[in-house]
């Protein structure tokens, strides 16, 4: 909502706010694997300029995946801002106007007008972050190859572990027509709610 209205600065923030978008997942891993050493890493070093103790944020088994689901997001979040603000650009403008008319305060004209008419759009960003989310590979191969153990291991990097470290071919396309099965019927259920908001 900020992005979309005349606030100082905006086309900073933006330019901010696009960049994990613009590199690549491989580059996202290595330049977070830097920041995060146990020893080397800047974030360690910062928190113990506050006196709090550095962590092993990619090897503790309690925080590795905590770890790795928020630099996924990190570099997500970025497309789903701009696909939002898109679909809040492209809102028409008389509604609005009517409300103001009949004296609608900003929380009321957000409530009753911008959400209602963003939920197809808040449909389709939600369904590509799901299916963005169940096929994550690179980020995991990079940052913790499924360790430490498995408590990273999603399902399509245990595909690949299967296809190409135990050459299981045949059980790894059976995983894959799984994971088809999986996405389909979340897209198909965010497809029927879209329509019918849209209706």
Do not use: C
Request: proline share 5%; net charge neutral.
């Amino acid at each position: 909502m900020l992005l979309n209205s005349n606030v100082t600065g905006k086309n900073i923030y933006f330019s901010i706010i696009l960049v994990p978008m613009m590199i690549t997942p491989v580059a996202v891993g290595l330049i977070w694997r830097l920041l995060l050493h146990s020893e080397l890493g800047i974030v360690n070093y910062l928190l113990e300029q506050i006196g709090i103790s550095g962590q092993a944020w990619l090897a503790d088994s309690s925080l590795a995946l905590k770890t790795v689901m928020f630099i996924d997001v990190w570099q997500n979040v970025p497309y789903m801002v701009l696909v939002i603000l898109a679909g809040l650009v492209s809102l028409p403008g008389e509604p609005y106007e009517a409300a103001r008319v009949d004296g609608a305060s900003g929380l009321q004209r957000f409530r009753y007008l911008t959400l209602p008419m963003m939920v197809p759009t808040f449909m389709v960003v939600l369904l590509m972050r799901a299916i963005t989310a169940l096929k994550t590979y690179d980020l995991i191969y990079v940052l913790t190859k499924g360790g430490p153990g498995v408590e990273t291991e999603v399902i399509s990097y245990h595909i690949y572990q299967e296809a190409f470290r135990n050459l299981e071919i045949g059980s790894a396309s059976a995983m894959s027509y799984l994971l088809v099965l999986v996405i389909a019927p979340i897209a198909f259920i965010f497809i029927k709610i879209s329509k019918n908001n849209t209706q």
